[in-house]
């Protein structure tokens, strides 16, 4: 079986637990205009999902169209409370140091929003500069798009088979898919909800761990099992 050597990590709601802070940060942009929500239904309903859709639903559930200047300001918001508040997912630290492998980052998130976030907690200087970001492409390459994990591939000139990928969303699992990679579900941040894994399984998780302690035998075992057909 082919060994992995390349662990590609989300990073928020992986090694960052930031979903329901940025949630609570777009829903207060978007209270503004109406919006009745609490952050763990946005969280369940969007998390994963790149921000300029979640406007156009935002705008289909408001029946009208939003100020142009909503996105900058959501943007903004969302950048601050998750540079400030958001905290690292428990031993996401230590099982870094445990793994042999290369590991990168591939998110939609922008660059700022993760450097200021991982930098804080001490995250940062594991990955770069092997950070990616669905903005780093023109135009914005967002997952489900498998784009930023082919980047990742060529970068550390890996075949599919070779990597794992460790997603919280079913548009990351989706994207991990298209771009032919074995792809594990976590559940362990505070946005996850009891069907969470189930929904993960079927965007096509070959399992699904709540604790990023689990990881490393994870690896292991899938470096001898061939994965799903």
């Not at 996401?92 to 922008?110: E, H, K, T, Y």
């Not at 909800?193 to 079927?202: N, S």
Request: with cysteine.
């Amino acid at each position: 079986m082919t060994e992995i050597q390349l662990v590609i990590f989300d990073c928020d709601g992986v090694l960052m637990d930031s979903e329901i802070v940025a949630a609570a940060a777009e829903l207060e942009i978007y209270s503004e205009f109406g919006v009745e929500m609490t952050p763990s239904e946005f969280s369940k309903r969007f998390a994963g999902k790149d921000s300029a859709l979640i406007k156009l639903d935002m705008e289909e559930y408001l029946g009208r169209k939003l100020p142009e200047n909503t996105m900058k300001k959501i943007h903004a918001n969302v950048d601050e409370k998750c540079g400030l508040e958001a905290k690292m997912i428990k031993d996401a630290d230590f099982v870094l140091d445990q793994l042999d492998q290369a590991r990168c980052i591939c998110s939609n998130g922008p660059q700022k929003k993760m450097k200021h976030m991982l930098d804080r907690i001490g995250l940062y200087d594991k990955f770069r500069p092997y950070i990616f970001s669905a903005k780093d492409f023109e135009p914005p390459k967002h997952k489900p798009e498998p784009d930023i994990i082919l980047k990742a591939l060529k970068e550390f000139e890996m075949q599919p088979a070779q990597a794992i990928v460790v997603e919280d969303s079913k548009y990351g699992i989706e994207a991990a898919r298209r771009a032919g990679t074995r792809v594990i579900g976590f559940t362990g941040a505070s946005h996850t909800y009891p069907t969470h894994a189930d929904e993960l399984i079927d965007a096509g998780a070959e399992t699904v761990i709540s604790r990023l302690s689990e990881l490393p035998a994870i690896i292991e075992a899938f470096s001898v099992w061939g994965g799903m057909e």
